[in-house]
């Protein structure tokens, strides 16, 4: 009986710290981090349009578009979806897998269908593979530059534009594809 009390008892003191720990911890990212930790939500008329950090699909030629996803940037077409797949993740497929080459091959051909003046050689990596989160919000700036040219047309903007505000939107040599795309909404006004 001795050995049950004392379980109760450091259940309840590993519960009670637990749940301080918590409470700290969050008041200490609200006061000094309150943005990161709120999922650094982008807003346009007082509507959250997406976050700075989870990327989104973009399908648009007028838009940039971002890193494939093994899961679609965790969009789910149906309820079913929404309970058989993962809510984020890489494809877990290893380069000696034939479905890996298969993914590789198809996302170069779309690439190159979607900037039929780009060459195989100028794709960069991060154009054709997935994150290992499935939801990488950022391109390289190699992987922004060779998409000027649909976006200068389909925009009816200069590539020497596009190319500008790619550099004006680079970030740790990194491209946040929903900032970047938010700068050329303001751009085509």
């Known amino acids: 009986m001795n050995l049950i009390k004392k379980g109760i008892h ?4 590993l519960f009670i710290i637990a749940a301080v720990y ?3 911890i969050n008041v200490f990212a609200q006061t000094f981090f309150k943005d990161s930790a709120n999922g650094s939500i982008i807003y346009k008329n007082g509507q959250a349009i997406g976050s700075k950090y989870i990327g ?8 940039f578009h971002g890193r494939p996803s093994a899961y679609n940037y965790n969009t789910y077409n149906s309820k079913e979806e929404a309970e058989t797949l993962p809510a984020s993740g890489g494809s877990n497929l290893a380069v000696s ?3 890996y080459s298969e993914n590789l091959k198809n996302r170069i051909e779309k690439l ?3 900037n039929p003046e780009l060459k195989t050689k100028e794709i960069p990596v991060d154009m054709v593979t997935a994150s290992g989160s499935g939801v990488d919000p950022n391109i390289s700036i190699q992987g922004a530059m060779i998409q000027t040219k649909r976006i200068a047309k389909a925009n009816n903007i200069s590539e020497e534009k596009i190319i500008e505000l790619i550099k004006n939107n680079i970030n740790n040599n990194m491209v946040n594809v929903l900032e970047l795309n938010l700068a050329l909404n303001e751009l085509t006004k």
Do not use: C, G, M, R
């Open 56 to 63: 989104q699909l973009f399908t648009s030629e007028k838009y």
């Open 112 to 114: 190159l269908n979607d």
């Open 10 to 13: 450091v259940t309840i003191v």
């Open 22 to 24: 918590t409470v700290i």
């Open 97 to 99: 897998n034939p479905a």
